[in-house]
């Protein structure tokens, strides 16, 4: 269905005309100025109690602190002193849930381990050079080892005492916190100059340094979401939900004192100006940085609010959340599919189309993820970009930097989305792009599939959702005059049950090519996985060992397990599968290091990797299997909603 262009209505140009620019940066600059907002420090808590102020002060009800229970992190002291050949201070910054040290600190020889992989330990130890007991200087590259405590978790196996962190993507002055969980020694964060500074010194010599990272740990802290609402006056079990985060590292405008102003001036233009039909929540979540000891040990305030609030769940028609949108020339919403008409028909009709990307997958990286996997459609804003991860999570994130434009232009198409969800009788779900992308991956992968896993249900019942969509989608528009209030909320009820179960079975987070948890459409995933798994089994058969390596090499989670002993590829994997966010992973790691040690050799017998690889592969095989079915069967289920659905328009 193509985004409509059309004329906003006189109510909808009122009251984006009452908010205000002024005040959401005045309520930035407020919240900023607080300082950094750890999980459950006082100055979270107060961060929270200033909001539930702003709420009580606008008029919304039920404004109120909800605990949770959270491991809280006081950050006492981070220094990193250069104490020989010449004594001078670097600018350091705690790495996020990392392991402390004595008050003392350690006093070490620092080391440059390059880009802190297994090859550069082996390197440094062939020359002679032993790191253990040592502090080491990391050189961070995600391509390469993944996340920041991967060459931590490296670095302690070669016996380093703690790792100095710095960074070419970040502004290169800049002081960034990272999370670092679960690793057994501590971690710093100094700027990319100073680094090289550090560097020019060791060319001529040792360098000696002192390094601190006091930190006091609250196993039994608690943390605080701030919740308050408009109820509805029609269908008040119906409930928009407007969310934010207003914890930090740093004092952070973009992220999240931005988010927190605009959920704020929405709030109080609606609470003194409209009736709202649904009831419409408003949530500023704490904890979204950390506060879970959990690989995954961000979204806290979240993810306890979902466990808080299981009756509310169902009754959540749409988050649209908010999180870094406010900075460089443009930003991203990220929806659940059936949004992706609704986000581009608002940018058209407010004509902003030059300064937003609808991507049709939503962010997995942000507190709306907790609410998806319990089947919540999303509308979330922002998630940074290339050009914030310069200034992401560094002393940068200041209020003078935020851009103006998209601040303001986010609001009133916040405000729009608001709007049109709570006027629509019949919610504006449009269930034709999800079997649009369904089809495409389907169609341009089935050739390479064949053999390997029948996707021709698949395919049949994707066909027959979009012929009911678009149908459906026509009905809604043209006959909405004739239905009972009974019927409108029936229909919505399944169209909300039609989200949840495409939803959940078709995105998940998984373990990418590119970043550890990232939302993707699981079915080309899946099939990619086969399909590479199979090539590379192939190969090795034909005894190509050069191909083999490479086609293994590809393999989702293979790209940075190189990087690392098989301990520690094993241990983060294992984090994973124990995680609050398990994903299927299959692992042709053992296979891929065999190959490569051939490659060494000038081997080519292959039939041992090729035999451990294809059991691994059947075994990946019957999984994948098992997920089409549970697709299949929830493409059939929605399939029939929609049926009852335009049924019930039609008699009615």
């Known amino acids: 269905m193509n985004p409509k262009k059309s004329v906003l209505d006189m109510n909808q140009r009122k009251l984006i005309g009452l908010l205000s620019l002024e005040k959401a940066l005045n309520n930035i600059q407020m919240i900023y100025e607080i300082g950094e907002k750890a999980v459950g420090t006082p100055e979270e808590t107060k961060a929270a109690n200033i909001i539930r102020d702003k709420f009580e002060k606008i008029g919304l009800k039920n404004v109120h602190l909800e605990p949770y229970p959270a491991i809280c992190r006081t950050y006492k002291s981070n220094e990193l002193e250069i104490v020989s050949p010449i004594r001078k201070k670097i600018p350091c910054k705690h790495g996020a849930l990392s392991s402390g040290t004595p008050l003392e600190g350690i006093t070490a020889e620092i080391i440059d381990v390059g880009f802190g992989t297994i090859h550069d330990f082996k390197r440094l ?10 502090i080491v200087l990391v050189e961070r590259n995600d391509r390469l080892t993944l996340w920041a405590d991967v060459p931590v978790q490296q670095a302690s196996e070669f016996g380093a005492a703690a790792v100095v962190f710095t960074s070419a993507r970040v502004e290169h002055t800049a002081l960034r916190t990272d999370g670092v969980p679960n690793v057994p020694i501590p971690a710093l964060f100094i700027p990319y100059l100073e680094g090289q500074e550090i560097r020019d010194l060791l060319l001529k010599g040792k360098v000696k340094v002192n390094l601190k990272n006091v930190i006091e740990v609250d196993e039994k802290g608690i943390s605080y979401n701030v919740s308050g609402e408009l109820p509805g006056s029609k269908f008040p079990n119906e409930i928009i939900v407007l969310s934010a985060h207003h914890d930090s590292w740093f004092g952070a405008a973009n992220d999240n004192a931005s988010a927190v102003a605009l959920i704020i001036d929405i709030a109080r233009v609606l609470a003194k100006n409209y009736k709202p039909a649904r009831t419409i929540r408003f949530i500023s979540f704490g904890g979204e940085e950390s ?14 609010y979902i466990r808080q609030h299981t009756q509310d769940l169902n009754n959540i028609i749409a988050n649209i959340n908010f999180d870094a949108f406010a900075y460089g020339l443009k930003s991203t919403i990220s929806v659940t599919p059936e949004f992706t008409s609704l986000a581009k028909e608002a940018i058209n009709e407010l004509d902003l189309g030059v300064f937003y990307d609808v991507v049709s997958r939503p962010n997995s990286g942000t507190d709306c993820w907790s609410l998806f996997r319990c089947g919540t459609p999303i509308l979330s804003f922002g998630g940074g970009g290339r050009e914030y991860s310069k200034i992401y999570h560094t002393q940068y994130d200041i209020p003078e930097l935020i851009s103006r434009d998209l601040m303001k232009y986010s609001m009133q198409l916040a405000l729009l989305l608001t709007l049109k969800l709570d006027s629509s009788e019949l919610l504006p779900y449009d269930f034709s792009v999800i079997s649009e992308i369904l089809l495409n991956d389907l169609s341009t992968r089935q050739k390479m599939a064949e053999g390997l896993i029948d996707v021709m249900e698949t395919i049949n019942k994707a066909v027959l959702l979009k012929a009911f969509a678009v149908e459906f989608n026509q009905l809604k528009t043209s006959t909405i005059a004739k239905l009972s209030e009974k019927a409108i ?28 948890f990232a939302c993707e459409w699981v079915v080309p995933f899946y099939l990619d996985m086969l399909i590479t798994a199979k090539k590379g089994i192939g190969t090795m ?17 293979m790209w940075w397990g190189i990087n690392v002993s098989p301990n520690v590829y094993e241990k983060i994997l294992a984090s994973i599968k124990s995680s609050r966010y398990p994903t299927l992973i299959t692992n042709l790691m053992p296979e891929v290091r065999s190959l490569q040690k051939k490659l060494d050799t000038g081997s080519s017998n292959l039939s041992n ?14 999984q994948i299997k098992q997920k089409f079915n549970n697709i299949n069967n929830s493409l059939s289920k929605s399939i029939s909603e929609l049926r009852k659905s335009t049924s019930k328009i039609i008699e009615e």
């Open 125 to 134: 130890k062939t020359s002679g050079i032993d790191v253990k007991g040592n």
């Open 291 to 304: 506060g879970i000891d959990d690989l995954f040990f961000w979204l806290a305030g979240s993810y306890a």
């Open 489 to 516: 909320s029936s229909i919505n009820a399944s169209q909300r049950r039609i989200c949840s179960m495409l939803n959940v079975d078709l995105l998940d987070a998984q373990l990418g090519k590119s970043y550890l």
């Open 609 to 622: 990797e090729a035999s451990s690889a294809e059991k691994k592969y059947d075994w990946l095989k019957n």
């Open 541 to 557: 058969r034909d005894g190509n060992l050069s191909l083999a390596f490479s086609s293994l090499k590809s393999f989702p989670t």
